[in-house]
């Protein structure tokens, strides 16, 4: 199983402001990885991709999976520090991981569990999605017409 793709749109504007895969989906351990989450260069610094990953983490929850991994490149600090600040924990560093461009990668391992979303990450994600009036935006661009992102 190669996993799941999902477009993302914006329900305000129809645009498509990203995607997502779902891969290693394992019902019977009720675990899943969230991998190659994009969002369209319009739409970033903006509440979509936090509101994206509460959606889905809703989603998740709510069927009973009791574990969300990610798996981020070691070097990408912007990816990690979201992470975090979604509420997944760092679990360890897996060294030479993958080779990309003919150099040695580490991957970080990130998780999420039921327990974490039930102990305070919801709550914390919830707050951390603002209403797209209240984006700092300059100029005129689609992301202040931005509405809830939906998978």
Same mark, same amino acid.
């Given at each position: ?6 477009? !993302?749109? #914006?329900?305000? &504007?129809?645009?498509? !402001? ?13 675990? =899943?990885?969230? @991998? ?11 509440? =979509? ?29 912007? @990816? ?5 600040? /979604? ?12 080779? !990309?461009?003919? %150099? $040695?990668? #580490? &991957?970080?391992?990130? %998780?999420? &569990? $039921?327990?974490?979303?039930? #102990?305070? /990450? ?19 661009? /689609?992301? $202040? ?7």
């Amino acid at each position: 199983d190669d996993g799941s793709r999902f477009v !993302v749109l #914006d329900s305000a &504007t129809g645009y498509v !402001v990203g995607m997502l895969s779902l891969l290693h989906n394992s019902p019977s351990d009720l675990r =899943v990885e969230v @991998a190659d989450i994009w969002i369209t260069p319009a739409f970033q610094r903006t509440h =979509v991709h936090t509101d994206l990953i509460l959606t889905l983490l809703r989603h998740l929850f709510s069927k009973h999976y009791r574990r969300v991994e990610l798996r981020i490149d070691a070097a990408n600090a912007r @990816a990690r520090k979201s992470a975090e600040r /979604a509420g997944f924990l760092l679990e360890g560093v897996l060294r030479k991981h993958r080779i !990309v461009r003919s %150099a $040695n990668r #580490d &991957t970080a391992l990130y %998780a999420m &569990t $039921n327990g974490d979303w039930r #102990d305070g /990450a919801e709550a914390r994600l919830a707050r951390l999605v603002k209403a797209p009036d209240q984006q700092s935006i300059a100029g005129p661009d /689609a992301r $202040n017409k931005a509405g809830r992102s939906t998978l």
